[in-house]
């Protein structure tokens, strides 16, 4: 009775994991090259953002996360640069070279993460999760007569819990 927890558990894992090993193969068959400089701190960073941006266990939330990570690194800050370097080369604001937008991505998304951390702990997009009206389960507990509950829990324990 219920779900198998450990054998759901184990093929999330192993379904994520094949998905990995499959992104890995495109990643070197793109890159030629793969060893562990491949893979820097700014990246992990984010796709931290990423993830934390839009709001965990939210797939939706995730998506939209990284199309706002993406763009501001892309669009943005890079617009933002061309800006304000046009601005320095007219002599209009003398900027240091590095002040510069594109240079301060690791200032900007660490801002990013402790303003979402501080203001909106659970993204843009929350998880949605099921909310269940105590009333209600009271209900359908009482409706469930005695003896049937009673063999459900002999048999669950019986089998060794609902892990296996």
Same mark, same amino acid.
């Given at each position: ?6 054998k759901?558990? $184990?093929?999330?894992? &192993? ?5 990995s090993?499959m992104?890995?193969v495109v990643?070197?068959?793109?890159? +030629? ?7 820097t701190l700014?990246? !992990? ?8 941006? %839009?709001?965990? %266990?939210?797939?939706? %939330?995730?998506?939209? /996360? =990284?199309?706002v990570?993406?763009?501001l690194?892309?669009?943005? $800050? ?6 304000? *370097?046009?601005?320095?080369?007219n %002599? ?8 510069s937008? =594109? ?7 660490g &801002? ?5 951390a501080?203001?909106? !702990?659970k993204?843009?997009?929350p =998880?949605? *999760?099921?909310r269940?009206d105590p009333?209600k ?8 007569p =005695?003896?049937?509950?009673?063999? $459900?829990?002999?048999?669950? +324990?019986?089998a /060794?819990?609902?892990?296996?």
């Amino acid at each position: 009775m219920g779900i198998p927890l450990v054998k759901t558990k $184990l093929a999330a894992f &192993a379904i994520g994991a094949s998905f990995s090993g499959m992104m890995g193969v495109v990643f070197a068959a793109k890159q +030629t090259f793969v060893d562990a400089t491949s893979f820097t701190l700014l990246e !992990s960073t984010t796709v931290l953002v990423m993830v934390l941006l %839009g709001g965990m %266990g939210s797939v939706p %939330g995730v998506i939209l /996360g =990284a199309a706002v990570v993406t763009i501001l690194n892309l669009q943005v $800050l890079t617009e933002l640069s061309n800006w304000l *370097n046009q601005l320095n080369t007219n %002599g209009v604001v003398s900027i240091p070279d590095a002040l510069s937008p =594109a240079k301060m991505q690791r200032f900007i998304f660490g &801002a990013l993460l402790i303003i979402f951390a501080l203001y909106r !702990s659970k993204g843009l997009i929350p =998880a949605r *999760n099921k909310r269940y009206d105590p009333e209600k389960l009271k209900k359908k507990v009482a409706e469930v007569p =005695a003896s049937k509950s009673h063999s $459900l829990v002999k048999e669950t +324990t019986a089998a /060794g819990g609902a892990d296996q």
